[in-house]
């Protein structure tokens, strides 16, 4: 097994019920290659010798046929599905039960087998800036703690109408609590959005937002089976909830299992949730590449 200093595992397995189909494998109009792909490619540039993708099986056949041949070589290129029956044996029924994958908390859990080293972990559909993998990079050389790169939440607002993200505190440089907030939005001059009791509350025009961007070691997957099974216990009849990797990062935070050093980000964040949001993006990404 050949060793790696720095991984990177891409979160692809989503099924893009908002966008209305795989977005992870749409092309960017111009460049002639997916946002992954340009993730990706700023992570090996940082240093990253291996990559994860984490897909479904849909996506599978044009993944390899078309997107692999396009990725950088002298890269381990390793393809993991995200299947609904990968729980545990005692919960099997629950899982035939369930009809959309189980989030982003099994989707990381199913890349466990093949990271052995740090790694960075980011979701298919997003655009984090090449500065970002360079920071968390660096980040690795000097220290062995979790971490992420938070965008200022002004930054990751949308024309298109309120969006949904997980808003930082952060305390020393380092990551206390994550709360997500949803249709957030700008009113009045201010940033509002729903806080989890479903009130209207103000946000800080300087907040960070976590935009699903982290730096994790390989204790995370212990984190991640025991919170698993956890959540199969609590939900076993309640199908259609999701297993989010934030909440066992700020549940590793809140028993003092570890600390997550935040860093902020130099670059703007780009993202895709609705298709009629796609060709704005692709253009920025279009112009980015191309100055």
Request: hydrophobic fraction near 40%; glycine fraction near 8%.
């Amino acid at each position: 097994m050949k060793k790696h200093h720095l991984s990177l595992v891409v979160l692809a397995g989503g099924l893009g019920t908002r966008f209305g189909g795989n977005k992870q494998i749409a092309e960017i109009t111009g460049l002639g290659c997916t946002i992954m792909e340009l993730s990706i490619a700023d992570a090996v540039a940082a240093g990253v010798t291996q990559v994860v993708l984490v897909i479904n099986q849909a996506v599978r056949s044009e993944i390899e046929q078309v997107i692999l041949p396009r990725l950088p070589t002298g890269i381990d290129v390793v393809l993991v599905e995200q299947r609904i029956d990968l729980v545990p044996e005692q919960f099997q029924l629950v899982a035939q039960q369930r009809g959309k994958p189980w989030g982003t908390g099994h989707a990381l859990l199913c890349a466990k087998d093949h990271v052995h080293n740090p790694a960075i972990v980011i979701t298919a559909d997003d655009y984090y800036g090449a500065s970002s993998f360079l920071l968390l990079a660096e980040h690795f050389k000097n220290l062995t703690s979790w971490a992420m790169v938070g965008y200022p939440i002004i930054d990751t607002l949308s024309e298109q109408g309120g969006v949904n993200r997980g808003v930082c505190q952060v305390k020393n440089n380092q990551l206390i609590d994550v709360v997500e907030y949803l249709n957030i939005q700008h009113e009045n001059g201010q940033i509002m959005g729903d806080n989890p009791h479903g009130s209207r509350e103000k946000i800080a025009m300087d907040a960070l937002a976590s935009m699903s961007f982290w730096a994790i070691t390989p204790t995370f997957f212990d984190r991640l089976e025991t919170g698993f099974d956890e959540f199969l216990q609590k939900y076993d009849n309640g199908v259609r909830m999701e297993y989010y990797l934030p909440d066992q990062v700020q549940q590793a935070i809140t028993s003092n299992q570890q600390i997550v050093t935040i860093y902020s980000a130099k670059e703007s964040w780009y993202g895709v949730t609705y298709k009629s949001e796609l060709q704005d993006v692709t253009g920025k990404l279009y112009e980015l590449r191309h100055g």
